[in-house]
């Protein structure tokens, strides 16, 4: 039996975002604000509570946004560091290429850089330690799995991994947080694109290693579509999301949080406006009078003029939406594509 317990981890945060056009065209998804804070940072305060000291972040797409932002991890209470991949790893490969840049020899810790969860990843890590494991994923149940890749169970241990199919044999997904002996990440082939999901895992099945599966029933979300994040941001408002980070934010007590809105207290907010549930007005922002705000994110030093009307649409940071404008699933300010 083991009794390290995970103290280093890998964050994959390489992606496109293509589904989050054009929001990602000059920002990575990782870095898309989520209730007032970039995505990573939420998923930075997880693996810090869990007592992790060190996290890799195995970037990609926009790596130079990261770094000028996290630094070495002081303000964050955590070691980091940045793998750069120069092409294309896959998953496997994103997760060899960055285990290079860890120090500690214990297990490590692998989190998906577009899940938002509040499952308890100590009770994960628990579980792999108590169960002797090789490998240990989160995973939870969802209404339809067609999306996801899915397994099959006996008790706790994995038996089959089916990626993507159109009848899924159960609903149990992997939910995109895993806990690896560092020999299974050693074995990764390097240098050359790896699936974790369609390689690793069942490589890791066909000779005999032992995976397990922490299976739970806590909220989690993939962020990956402009509804998701939507939705990301009002649950964490509402309380039905938790996160460390967003706690954080609120004891600072630069936002003022209520009726299911996030509002930064220096925005100017006419007394006839309405802000709706599920809605965040970021720092210096500006809503006039008459104007309704539902279910929308609204940038810092926006200005959203008499009598507009927005819902379910991102403003971006110093946009002018102007008087009497109505609009439904939009995005503003935003870059075009490169």
Known sequence: MQHTRPTSAILLVGGFGTRLQPLTYRTPKPMIPV?????????????????????????SYLAEIFEPHFGGGERFGIKISYAVEKSALGTGGAIANAAALLSGAGPIVVF??????????QAQMDLHLTGDADATL??????????????????????????????PPTSIINAGCYIFNRGVID????????????EVFPALLADGSKILGYLDSSYWLDIGSPTALLK????????????????ELLDQGA????AGS??????EIDASALIGEGSLIASAARIENGARILSSVIGSGARIGPGA??????????????????????????????
């Open 232 to 247: 990301a941001t009002a649950d964490l408002i509402s309380g039905a999301a938790r996160s460390i980070a967003f706690d």
């Open 187 to 198: 074995a990764i082939p390097r240098d050359r694109a790896v699936s974790v999901e369609r």
């Open 255 to 258: 936002y003022i949080q209520g």
């Open 35 to 59: 209730a007032g804070i970039p995505f990573t940072e939420h998923q930075i305060a997880k693996a810090r509570a869990a007592g992790i000291t060190e996290i890799v972040l195995a970037t």
């Open 138 to 167: 989160h995973l939870t149940t969802v209404a339809d799995a067609r999306a996801f890749g899915v397994v099959e169970m006996d008790g706790s241990r994995i038996l089959s991994f089916n990626e993507k199919m159109e009848n």
């Open 309 to 338: 009307h927005l819902i379910n649409t991102f403003v971006a940071p110093n946009y002018e939406i102007p008087g009497g404008f109505i609009a439904e699933n939009q995005f503003f300010g935003y870059f075009a594509e490169k």
């Open 262 to 267: 996030l509002v930064a207290r220096d925005a």
């Open 112 to 121: 998906n850089g577009d899940v938002l969860s509040s499952h308890d990843l």
